[in-house]
């Protein structure tokens, strides 16, 4: 079981880039590293999925270093409407379905 | 994206009564759903997974009896929480699997039990 550490909580101004770092020491070879946002009393919702190096979409990128022990999800010029709690989640695998929730980041954008 | 629909979104029961949760993806077919429950301020805890035909597997600690687990088709899952008590309060939450390596989350279900 692939645990996850992250910051508990961050602070950014509007408009700055914002990188959240997850830690999962023992990943598993076929485990995909996947991002989440969730908004009070909401349902988590999808941001970004890899499983190395870099992934671009229209939101955000994800930064996988070769050793897969950690992640980094960047999301360029934060508006007041990304103030959310982010995780970072792994597992999904092609053969397995574990997919465990860790503390989440609590961001906050100031004006 | 992915639509997956809850419903109810809010319930609320009395003591000793028992509450379906239904979990439906829209427009692909899932082959596993997972249950969540989180409390406020909490991170998001997994209840059970349960793949399409066949029993749920319930985390440790999770009271099969008491939260029962259908996935008896593609496209839905349902959790009946039995003999609810104040205790169970929480917001409950299913995922469904999409083909590959996405979940995607319904809007959640807030349970109140009086």
């Known amino acids: 079981l692939a645990k996850t550490t992250q910051p508990i909580s961050m602070d950014s101004y509007e408009g700055q880039e914002v990188n959240i770092t997850c830690s999962h020491n023992n990943i598993a070879t076929n485990d995909y590293i996947t991002w989440y946002q969730q908004f009070p009393s909401q349902g988590p919702r999808f941001i970004i999925q890899g499983y190395k190096t870099k992934v671009t979409n229209e939101v955000a990128s994800l930064f996988i270093p070769a050793d897969r022990k950690s992640s980094t999800l960047s999301l360029p010029r934060v508006s007041l409407s990304d103030t959310a709690v982010y995780y970072c989640?792994?597992?999904?695998?092609?053969?397995?379905?574990?997919?465990?929730f860790g503390t989440g980041t609590s961001l906050t954008v100031i004006p | 994206g992915a639509v997956v629909s809850q419903h109810p979104s809010r319930v609320i029961c009395k003591s000793g009564t028992s509450v379906k949760i239904e979990c439906r993806s829209l427009d692909f077919q899932a082959t596993t759903m997972f249950w969540y429950r989180q409390f406020p301020k909490q991170s998001l805890m997994l209840m059970a997974t349960?793949?399409?035909?066949?029993?749920?597997?319930?985390e440790q600690g999770v009271e099969k009896d008491k939260f029962l687990i259908n996935h008896a088709s593609l496209t839905l899952s349902t959790l009946t929480v039995t003999s609810a008590h104040p205790e169970d309060s929480s917001f409950y939450i299913c995922?469904?699997?999409?083909?590959?390596?996405?979940?995607?989350f319904g809007q959640g279900t807030r349970l109140t039990v009086v």
């Open positions: 349960s793949n399409e035909g066949s029993k749920a597997t319930y």
């Open positions: 989640l792994v597992g999904l695998t092609n053969t397995g379905n574990q997919f465990y």
């Open positions: 995922s469904a699997r999409k083909q590959g390596n996405e979940a995607f």
